[in-house]
């Protein structure tokens, strides 16, 4: 499952800075581009496994999507994409072409992936919840 090795990456990656952090961390909040063909459900349930015995496994994976947002060479539209609903991937597929004159665009953003932020709760704000 792509999910379980895209978790198991972040992390190793994460693992050195978090065990240096004062504190429990609470959240781990992940970037994900909307091209990114990826369950937020399985990308979960893979962390909350791989973090187990780690600083991470009280942390909850919070993902969130990155829009698709694209570039025009041919009339210089920059901006969001239409999108298609595609029952084989049951959701909104974003439609790369320029949704102005139909050329081929650059894509700007969309690909993402990556942790953005850790929520750190520390000791003294621990004793108060
Ligand atoms: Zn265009």
């Given at each position: 499952m792509h999910e379980y090795s895209v978790a198991s990456e972040m992390i190793h990656a994460l693992l050195p800075k978090a065990e240096t952090i004062?504190?429990?961390?609470v959240a781990v909040i992940l970037k994900k581009g909307?091209?990114?063909?990826?369950s937020d459900q399985a990308l979960a349930n893979a962390f909350e496994l791989l973090a187990?015995?780690?600083?991470?496994?009280n942390a909850r994976l919070v993902v969130e999507l990155v829009s698709v947002r694209v570039s025009c060479p041919a009339c210089g539209y920059e901006g969001a994409v239409d999108h298609v609903s595609d029952d084989a991937f049951h959701f909104a597929v974003p439609i790369?072409?320029?949704?102005?004159?139909q050329s081929e665009v650059d894509m700007k953003a969309g690909r993402e992936l990556y942790v953005d932020s850790l929520t750190v709760q520390t000791p003294s704000e621990a004793e108060q919840a």
């Open positions: 004062d504190g429990r961390i909307e091209m990114r063909i990826l187990q015995g780690t600083v991470l496994e790369l072409s320029c949704p102005t004159c």
